[in-house]
């Protein structure tokens, strides 16, 4: 298709409660670039964060969304060497701006002027779209779309598991049992004598959390969370990790920190959130609270790890949708959890 048609199909966000589908000109590779024909892409919660837009910060409409990529290469530009045509793939959606003190530090996650696929370039929510071939990482066939589509957000895990500092025979809590939470717990269950704890308010994600390898799953709205973590663990929990996004479980998760425990913070809370927490007790503790964003260079190791088959990538992608469902997709982000984990879209559907 690619060497005789001139157009595709992609949805465009053109403004706050607004995405089109357009018929628009076929991209061109240019020089140091890939064509991509997407596969799959996934539905982030950033997109409906976009869509309604809480999120406005870095995003350039009309744009086309969608950052967690699966797609197989169809052009390449001149200058691109170690990247083969028909090649299987994903990539890592954020561009440095190269110059500012984290990019030359090594840390482009932390970008001071960033461009992101999916906020400011082209998306995966088209048939086509072109990338820097920097930012794409080769996958073995075999993992199929859903393991490309998990492959960015597993590889911002691992970004926030290096922060961590994660020890072997260590107990953790894990704040939802969404994708980003049910990613935490297979990559913390992997750590030899690991205890695992998951929260989730949601029957179909509870159940999804045990098949997963969750040691104990909790509903924290039938449970008292305190009382129930301390029979568990009267000392309290060594790491904490938030995959909710939502101030009030970070708020109730902080004075379940164990001695020397570590709260990582990273679900995406809204803008201007604010909990409070005691201080001393945490200076008592010698307690940390981390934050983590974005991939920082980990998308090869994600690659790695989907690769051995370390992931579990078919429990956690469980619908494909058309490029016409994109509307009921990306706004059903929140509605579709008590039946759905990761939602992604096919545009050739």
């Known amino acids: 298709m690619s060497e005789t048609s001139k157009t595709m199909r ?58 967690e990529i699966a797609a197989r290469v ?49 998306g995966g929510f088209a048939q086509f779209l072109v990338a820097p071939a920097s930012k794409v990482v ?22 926030g598991y290096d922060r961590l500092g994660f020890q072997a025979a260590s107990s953790a809590m894990v704040l939802g049992a969404g994708t980003v939470g049910l990613l935490w717990t297979q990559i913390l269950k992997s750590s030899p004598g690991s205890l695992v704890i998951q929260t989730e308010i949601v029957p179909y994600r509870r159940d999804k959390a045990e098949r ?35 101030p009030q479980a970070v708020q109730q998760a902080i004075p379940l920190l164990g001695r ?14 604010k909990i409070s927490f005691d201080p001393f007790e945490l200076y008592n503790k010698q307690g940390r609270i981390i934050a983590s964003k974005m991939p920082a260079g980990t998308l090869d190791r994600a690659a790695r790890l989907i690769e051995a088959g ?20 990306v706004t059903g982000f929140k509605t579709h959890r008590d039946t759905q984990i990761k939602v992604a879209v096919d545009p050739w559907a």
């Open 212 to 246: 997963i390898g969750a040691d104990i799953v909790i509903d924290p709205r039938a449970e008292d969370l305190p009382d129930r973590v301390r029979s568990e663990l009267p000392e309290g929990v060594d790491f904490i990790i938030d995959a909710t996004g939502e």
């Open 10 to 67: 992609a949805g465009f966000f053109v403004g706050k409660g607004k995405i089109e589908l357009r018929n628009v000109p076929m991209p061109k590779a240019g020089p140091g670039e890939v064509l991509l024909r997407v596969i799959a892409c996934g539905v982030c919660g950033t997109d409906n964060h976009i869509l309604q837009g809480h999120i406005t910060d870095g995003v350039v409409p009309p744009v086309v969304l969608g950052h």
């Open 260 to 273: 020397g425990g570590t709260l990582l913070v990273f679900g995406v809370c809204p803008a201007g959130s």
């Open 310 to 329: 370390k992931i579990a990538c078919n429990e956690l992608v469980t619908q494909t949708r058309p490029l016409s469902d994109l509307v009921e997709a």
């Open 138 to 159: 080769p996958l073995d066939e075999r993992v199929g779309p859903a393991g490309g589509v998990l492959c960015e957000t597993l590889a911002c895990v691992i970004n």
């Open 74 to 122: 169809d052009q390449i530009g001149d200058g691109v060497e170690r990247i083969r045509a028909e090649q299987f793939c994903a990539v890592d959606p954020v561009i440095g701006c190269g110059v500012c003190s984290m990019c030359r530090a090594g840390r482009s996650n932390l970008c001071c002027d960033p461009t992101i696929i999916g906020y400011k370039l082209n």
